[in-house]
């Protein structure tokens, strides 16, 4: 077995570890990967993801996500953690200069980078500018739970505008 087939098994291994909330087993599966191969950007991510959403330890969370960006660029997946995380911390010019990343990586799912620039937007009080990326967001998917939760978005701003 090859360098990175091996990366990638210890990788989905971590991923199943999540999955069935074996938190601390996956922690050390993905800083084994780490030690193994500083570069293996993926690692960085799903670590990030446990120390953001497991542990509650946001910085942490935001040095792991830093870190994936800077060895994978291209991996769509650190672009949705660390976009909800910074929503979640109110960094809002990070996250919009993240967003304007994202939404040109192959492969990306752009219906989802829009809702993210979407709940930015109307975090921030800006709710036209809320409700036109939650209308890209819809335009823009193929899936009807998306295409929903889009319309409800919408219609939540136009409610919160009633009381401007």
Known sequence: MDHLTKLEELLNQANTDI???????????LEKIIDMDPNFGKAY????????????EFEKGETLYKLCLEKSPMYPPVYYNYSVLLS?????????????????????TKSTIYNEYAIMFEQQGKLDEAIDYYKKCAMDTLDKGVLERAKGSIDRCKMKKEFL
């Open 19 to 29: 999955k069935e909330g074996f938190f601390d087993e996956a922690t050390n599966k």
């Open 45 to 56: 991510n799903h670590l990030g993801y446990l120390y953001e959403v497991k542990f509650k």
């Open 88 to 108: 979640t911390l109110g960094k809002y010019d990070e996250l919009k200069e993240l967003l304007d990343t994202a939404i040109n990586i192959p492969g990306i």
